[in-house]
């Protein structure tokens, strides 16, 4: 409420649940993955001014490339038992 003063991220997410809609992390999340699921993270850091950083880790963590998908299941699984 205060002229040329910027919206703090928790204000925003206040009204915006006063407002019905509760859940902004996972829509943002979900932004996320689908931008980098389309769009080189490269390019998308470029795009919306973001650092490589930020958008490379978004891209491992959506797995669009298969290598990075099969990592990433290999790692939270035990390792395979041998068959009995």
Do not use: C
Not at 57 to 67: L, V
């Amino acid at each position: 409420m205060r002229p040329g003063r910027h919206l703090t991220a928790n204000a925003l997410s206040e009204r915006l649940i006063r407002h019905g809609t509760p859940a902004t992390r996972l829509a943002r999340n979900g932004a996320w993955l689908s931008l980098v699921s389309s769009v080189h993270w490269k390019l998308l850091a470029d795009l919306i001014g973001t650092s490589d950083a930020t958008a490379h880790r978004w891209h491992q963590h959506s797995a669009t490339d298969r290598a990075s998908y099969v990592a990433m299941r290999m790692k939270d699984r035990p390792p395979p038992t041998a068959l009995e």
